[in-house]
């Protein structure tokens, strides 16, 4: 069970990560951090030099990074997050990365006695802001009590998917989804635009369509107004997708409809790397709206 001393470790601080920390500050955790672009900043958290220092000062390791390559360089080498464990810690890997990545890890910290849990989350900022997130785990039974303190405070449920590697490939599927439904949207929107329907009806009824998700009607509201603030950035849903691209092709399962999907999420990334992924259904009106 937590006590009132224990840490929280942070390896990356980001939108998601420090919305986060606020939860778990609420819950009775303390917090340091270290982010890998050296950026970031916030009173109540204390910034350390390296990834290592940050492990050594930590109960509890809590990663969130963008991608392989940033896991690796924050996880491994003298000063990755791994030099600092001690027998015995656990790490969390809410980072969005690859299978193999995820299994590298935890077989990393298996030769040091540290548990580690990939553990991806479902949602985006307004999720994380109101401690709504559901939590995707891959893990044994005994790994899932031990972290289910932090995951009830940055989260309203915890699937546990399985072994170690569940999570991470639990949360693929489900972006894979999810990038597919917003590339059929953005599509079906340019359709109606171009077909003549008035734009404002036509987002009115989208809203209430029960075959929309609640979340692509966000998005859609947000292409409504042209605001596509980074809920959840075009560079990360497209590497999400390459991800599952990569892990299907590992199995042969053929996906053709994700394939294409993730050939519009790129271009939505070259366009507007940093906007949100919607950002999609303002490209495909711009194109059929002839104004360019």
Sequence with gaps: MMTAAQTIGFIGLGAM????????????????????????????????????????????????????????????????????????????????????????????????????????????????????????????????????????????????????????????????????GLAAVAEAIAYGLAAGLDRSMLFDALDEMAVISPHHKRKIRMARTGDFAPQFPARLMQKDMRLFLDAAARLAVPVPTLAATTQQLSLTRRAAEDADYSALIGIMEKIVANDA
């Design 17 to 180: 990560a420090s919305r986060m920390a606020v939860n778990l500050a609420k819950a009775g955790y303390k917090a340091v951090a270290y982010t890998p672009s050296g950026k970031g900043g916030n009173g109540d958290i204390a910034f350390l030099a390296t990834a290592a220092d940050v492990a050594r000062a930590a109960d509890i390791v809590l990663v969130c990074v963008p991608d392989d390559e940033a896991l690796e360089t924050c996880m491994y080498g003298a000063a990755g997050a791994l030099a600092g464990m001690k027998s015995g810690g656990l790490v969390l890997n809410t980072s969005s990365v690859s299978p193999e990545a995820t299994q590298a890890l935890f077989e990393a910290g298996q030769k040091l006695g540290v548990t580690v849990i990939d553990c991806p989350v479902s949602g985006s900022t307004p999720e994380a802001e109101a401690a709504a997130l559901v939590v995707l785990a891959g893990g044994s039974d005994d790994a899932m009590q031990r972290a289910k303190p932090v995951f009830d405070a940055i989260g309203r449920l915890t699937v546990h998917a399985g072994p170690p590697g569940s999570g991470a490939r639990l949360k693929l599927v489900i972006n894979a989804i999810m990038g597919a």
